[in-house]
DNA sequence: ACCGATAAATGCAGCGATTGCAACTATGCT
DNA sequence: AGCATAGTTGCAATCGCTGCATTTATCGGT
């Protein structure tokens, strides 16, 4: 539970840094146009330093995005068998929009930079593709199926995540007023109901 | 219909050598080990000539994704008012799905690349994205409402694409064997009905 | 406080995609 | 043939990213 060693809390503190810096320096200049170098400067370390804290210049715009996954593939190890697939993916994926409630400002900030920059967007989707073999390579299992078999994990997991960013490219576009929980609990019922009837 | 001029006809003659011979190189030596100069000294031009015909090295994979998007909007613009949005999405994407079915060899060739380099599949997916917006775009006009104000059409155009991601997913993890439109019709099917009940 | 082991930071050199610019060449048209 | 235009090429530079070797800082025990 402790920080445990200097070495540890100092880590954890440039990392900060340099997300903190480079998160303004794209505000102000755009992504395209820091540079690492700019960053890596305004942050105090060398260039060189920066590849140990992020595997792409992208991924600092999109940090914790990894942590959303494991949140949601936990959330779903522990669907009770007899629920529904579909009811257990909501359940997962609302808790996490619950944290981006909490979290709206910082995560605001984010998502209108990956907004204004393709290759951002571009890396969160790829993200966002491995979540949802995850997602379905949970499925699978769960439900104790043959991994190439059965097309539904898939189906499943593309809809979830479908609905993700539906809810979320809606809430952006309102400017990030309105109840992202409840945006998402929509876009499920609506698709746990069927689209045609409505 | 004719070939236009002797430029118009060396320009295509151009791009398909581009093609054909990237597409060989990436799938002897792979995507990321084949440089754009060696493609170009393959292809009898000049690196820089290449930028002249793709705007990055993951669209020669990707060839022709624009021109299905024309098609899939094209479907829709021309979608009778009184039929259910989700129907006219089915028709208009089963349309691109049975090209898939004739174009088949073709495009399997492309899907492995693409399956096998994450770059190209980031690319696709961010040309994806674009479909989701314009699709979108073009369910919102037709059912007159106002740009973003409801999320319909959002969530619609998503479940579209996660029904072909699914189904292509699928269709590629089995080796490209199985009706293509079978399994899309399918996914659809299952959308328009609901994913709880089944 | 001291010392070897280990993790992290740095510097350097290099690759490859991509771009802007300017010069050059082929094609279209009169 | 002869100009206008479109397409090709070469050149130089930027920038993200990587491998490798070196240096520096922290840790764990003594």
Redesign the pocket.
């Known amino acids: 539970m402790k920080s ?8 954890l503190d ?1 990392r900060r840094r340099i997300e903190a810096v480079a998160l303004d320096m794209f505000e102000r200049g755009g992504f ?6 700019d960053i ?1 400067a305004a942050a ?6 920066f ?8 991924d600092v715009v999109l940090a914790d995005y990894a942590d959303r996954l494991a949140r949601i593939t936990g959330a779903l190890a522990e669907w009770p068998t007899d629920e529904p697939a579909w009811t257990a993916l909501q359940r997962a994926f609302l808790s996490v929009a619950a944290d981006y409630e909490i979290e709206r400002p910082r995560l605001l900030r984010r998502f209108r930079i990956m907004a204004a920059t393709p290759s951002v967007y571009a890396r969160s989707l790829q993200l966002q593709a491995g979540w949802e073999d995850a997602v379905a390579s949970v499925l699978t299992q769960r439900a104790g199926l043959v991994a190439g078999g059965d097309i539904t994990p898939r189906l499943l997991a593309a809809a979830a995540l479908a609905a993700m960013r539906a809810s979320l490219g809606h809430w952006l576009a309102a400017g990030g007023k309105g109840p992202l929980p409840a945006q998402l609990t929509d876009c499920f019922d609506r698709l746990a109901r069927g689209l045609v009837a409505g």
Do not use: S
Not at 4 to 11: A, D, I, V, Y
Not at 32 to 37: K, L, Q, R, S, V
Not at 51 to 58: D, G, M, Q, S, V
């Open positions: 445990q060693g200097l070495r540890e809390r100092k880590k440039t395209e146009t820091t540079t690492i170098e890596a105090d370390i060398a260039p060189r330093t590849f140990h804290y992020f595997p792409t210049k992208e």
